[in-house]
């Protein structure tokens, strides 16, 4: 059974960087993709990030395109989102989870979900 956990979140002012850790233990993420989402409060959850297991293809919403950036160390057996230039409407907690593509119904893992908050 594989359990994930997600680290990095904080406050930071706009225009700050963060960098969002995922860790999977129990087993790891080969064969699986891995995505981020978020939610803000009165808000559904969305889709923010996604990296594939094959070729380690990325994609990302166009609300963070550019300035978000996913990445994956096998070794390490951890799922990273870098988060540049954040801006107040990236407040949310961000959850990463197992699966593939842009909607929450195909990821069938999550983690606990860490806080972020961005100041203006």
Request: glycine share 16%.
């Amino acid at each position: 059974q594989v359990q994930l956990v997600e680290s990095g979140g904080g406050l930071v002012q706009a225009g700050g960087s963060l960098r969002l850790s995922c860790a999977a233990s129990g087993r790891t993420f080969s064969g699986y993709g891995t995505g981020w989402f978020r939610q803000a409060p009165g808000k559904e959850r969305e889709f923010v990030a996604g990296i594939m297991w094959i070729g380690a293809r990325t994609s990302y919403s166009d609300s963070v395109k550019g300035r978000f950036t996913i990445s994956r160390d096998n070794a390490k057996n951890t799922v990273y989102l870098q988060m540049n230039n954040l801006k107040p409407v990236d407040t949310a907690v961000y959850y990463c989870a197992r699966g593939g593509g842009t909607v929450a119904s195909r990821y069938d893992v999550w983690g606990q979900g860490t806080q972020v908050t961005v100041s203006s």
